[in-house]
């Protein structure tokens, strides 16, 4: 591994069971998360090597010092990728080298002096768009009644109900759903869990799903493969992948006729939603799994709305000529 202008020392290869990249990656308790950092970790070593085939796996971590790193996070701020992306990014570089120090590869010293990078500061609204209620009823009309098609209407309208996030829904397991308190208990992310409520019309599509599913334990939303069985490891049925999530809502609202939408767009609805209703900051932020209020109050669409109505008092003046 070498940088640009500030070379890396060369280091003999690291042995797979030390390696602070698979070792990092292990300590990780989602498949989402796990396949999230792998992937900020593989494109740091690409950036780095200069080998579009290179991966996090076997780099010399450990002898990254705070020169090093700087460095690293100019490289990555000249990506021209949003601040949030590039400080993922260096999160995956501080907790890699964290690892190195667990194993005893560097000093907590050069750890220290290694991971004393400022995050990258930007203002931005939230990415997505919102999912009109005509659009949502138009992808459901899309679902037929098919296995696929009752479990598409189940995930969509869950998504609807609760702003869930891509690997929450994967995540949820049939033992995770409680139709007697009309709630799902889902682990988000730093594996926190919390209740979320489904409306009525939303539990009718969830059961009518799992009278097709079953209720064996496993993943309440799982793959289905053409012949119309549930894809299953180990006996039980194996969760979506965040990409599956993603295939079936592009499916779904393109046979709408609909522009593509996200589990995002979903999440920044929901959010609006509760807020436009009403509903306090901090119940809010307590549904959608924040950690800070402050996260919530930026999908707060009143405030947009106020400004555009003050516009709006305005009037363009007739056109006529100077006397």
């Not at 768009?129 to 479990?151: F, K, N, Q």
């Not at 869950?158 to 409680?178: I, N, P, Q």
């Not at 059961?207 to 793959?223: C, D, H, K, Q």
């Not at 053409?226 to 599956?244: C, E, H, N």
Request: charge should be positive; aromatic fraction near 4%; include cysteine.
């Amino acid at each position: 591994m070498s940088l640009p202008a500030v070379p890396a020392p060369e280091a003999p290869p690291v042995e797979p069971a030390r390696d602070p990249y698979h070792v990092y990656l292990d300590s990780l308790t989602s498949a989402e998360s796990r396949r999230t950092m792998r992937g900020c970790l593989d494109r740091l070593a690409r950036l780095l090597t200069g080998d579009e085939s290179a991966t996090g796996a076997g780099q010399p971590w450990h002898l990254l010092r705070y020169e090093h790193t700087v460095r690293i996070r100019t490289l990555l701020t000249d990506q021209g990728w949003s601040a949030a992306y590039v400080n993922k990014h260096l999160v995956a570089l501080r907790r890699v080298l964290k690892e190195a120090w667990r194993l005893g590869q560097t000093s907590a010293e050069d750890l220290a002096r290694a991971s004393d990078l400022a995050p990258v500061r930007q203002s931005r609204l939230p990415s997505g768009h919102h999912v009109p209620p005509e659009v949502v009823g138009a992808a459901l009309a899309a679902c037929d009644d098919s296995a696929s098609g009752v479990r598409d209407a189940a995930l969509i309208a869950v998504l609807y109900s609760t702003g869930c996030r891509r690997a929450e829904l994967g995540g949820l397991a049939v033992a995770d759903y409680d139709p007697g308190s009309r709630s799902l208990r889902v682990r988000g992310k730093r594996d926190k869990e919390r209740l979320v409520y489904l409306t009525t019309d939303a539990i009718g599509l969830v059961e009518r799903w799992l009278a097709v599913r079953g209720a064996e334990p496993g993943a309440l939303f799982s793959p289905i493969s053409r012949a119309g069985r549930l894809r299953t490891r180990d006996g039980r049925p194996v969760g979506l992948t965040g990409q599956g999530i993603s295939d079936i809502l592009s499916r779904r609202f393109g046979e709408a006729g609909a522009s593509r939408r996200t589990a995002h767009d979903f999440r920044r609805t929901f959010i609006g939603e509760l807020l436009d209703a009403g509903v306090d900051l901090v119940t809010a932020q307590a549904l959608v799994g924040h950690s800070s209020p402050a996260t919530t109050a930026r999908y707060d669409r009143r405030p947009e709305r106020t400004r555009r109505e003050a516009v709006d008092r305005l009037r363009l003046p007739e056109p006529r000529p100077l006397a």
